[in-house]
């Protein structure tokens, strides 16, 4: 069910409710393991960076599961990280209280992200995809205010237990990348990952628009990159971004992202027209 986020325009609604709509808050144990894995990774250097290591799972769910995995994760990095867990439904932040440790805390809130300081790195997954595609932009834009000089918001989708993941990093000014990762195994061809798009593009997959140019390119290079799979898909896939780089699509990683099954491209290369 599509939900139409209404107050999207102001920091604080009318009576100091938050900004958004409750969501279904569907969740599962591990489930965002590929993108904490790039936020360990690659993106690790915001987190050391950070004057302070504020970090904001905005809509977690109905269980707190994947925020208390985040912060476990994160303290492989900078181990005086702080997690807060924010959902618009109090039930799940009451539910959620009872994990609260130094540097993890769970609030009421929601796209205002109603905690003290600038976070970092904010984190928005499943969560748009249950809004109006109309919305995505200025939901965008308040969350990007929030976010700490050198912050990164993240705005993805996944299937139920993270095997197909893409999602938007945006800073405070702009999107700039899309991201995608998959388990090998788990698609014939990478397109089929097109029903995980984030809301801003996944109506967009259509002759003309440019994620559908890519998706194309992508499944054209897997499918030449065939004999390279008598090696393993990691070998096939790392073939498929060597292609799709020698085409001219700016991927913004290397090898040692393609071997986990992930690419990154350019938002300017794939945004909606």
């Known amino acids: 069910?599509?939900?139409?986020?209404?107050?999207?325009?102001?920091?604080?609604s009318r009576g100091g409710k938050p900004v958004g709509n409750i969501t279904r808050g569907t969740t599962t144990p591990n489930r965002m393991r590929r993108l904490d894995r790039w936020l360990a990774g690659p993106q690790s250097w915001r987190?050391?960076?950070?004057?302070?290591?504020?970090?904001?799972?905005?809509?977690?769910?109905?269980?707190?599961?994947?925020?208390?995995?985040?912060?476990?994760?994160?303290?492989?990095?900078?181990?005086?990280?702080?997690?807060?867990?924010?959902?618009i439904e109090p039930e799940r932040v009451r539910t959620a209280k009872t994990l609260e440790r130094p540097g993890l805390s769970f609030h009421v809130g929601g796209f205002e992200v109603p905690v003290p300081g600038n976070p970092v790195i904010v984190r928005a997954f499943n969560v748009l995809r249950q809004y109006e595609e109309a919305?995505?932009?200025?939901?965008?834009?308040?969350?990007?205010?929030?976010?700490?000089?050198?912050?990164?918001?993240?705005?993805?989708?996944?299937?139920e237990i993270g095997r197909r993941v893409t999602w938007v990093a945006l800073d405070a000014e702009r999107p700039l990348s899309l991201s995608f990762s998959v388990r090998f195994g788990s698609f014939d061809v990478p397109?089929?990952?097109?029903?995980?798009?984030?809301?801003?593009?996944?109506?967009?997959?259509?002759?003309?628009?440019?994620?559908?140019?890519?998706?194309?390119?992508?499944?054209?290079?897997?499918?030449?990159?065939?004999?390279?799979?008598?090696?393993?898909?990691?070998?096939?896939?790392?073939g498929?971004?060597?292609?799709?780089?020698?085409?001219?699509?700016?991927?913004?990683?290397?090898?040692?992202?393609?071997?986990?099954?992930?690419?990154?491209?350019?938002?300017d290369a794939v945004a909606p027209l």
């Open 191 to 238: 397109s089929e990952v097109a029903e995980r798009l984030p809301k801003a593009l996944i109506h967009r997959n259509i002759p003309g628009e440019p994620i559908h140019a890519f998706l194309q390119a992508m499944d054209k290079a897997w499918l030449e990159a065939a004999p390279l799979g008598s090696f393993g898909n990691r070998q096939r896939w790392t």
């Open 135 to 159: 919305d995505v932009a200025g939901i965008w834009r308040l969350v990007q205010s929030r976010l700490a000089p050198g912050g990164l918001f993240i705005d993805g989708t996944c299937d």
């Open 47 to 87: 987190l050391r960076a950070a004057v302070d290591p504020l970090v904001v799972d905005l809509g977690y769910g109905a269980s707190p599961t994947t925020a208390v995995e985040l912060f476990e994760r994160l303290q492989a990095v900078r181990q005086d990280v702080r997690v807060c867990g924010i959902e």
């Open 240 to 267: 498929m971004c060597r292609s799709l780089r020698d085409a001219g699509w700016p991927l913004q990683d290397g090898p040692a992202r393609w071997r986990l099954g992930e690419v990154t491209v350019a938002w």
């Open 1 to 12: 069910m599509v939900q139409k986020a209404k107050r999207v325009g102001s920091p604080r």
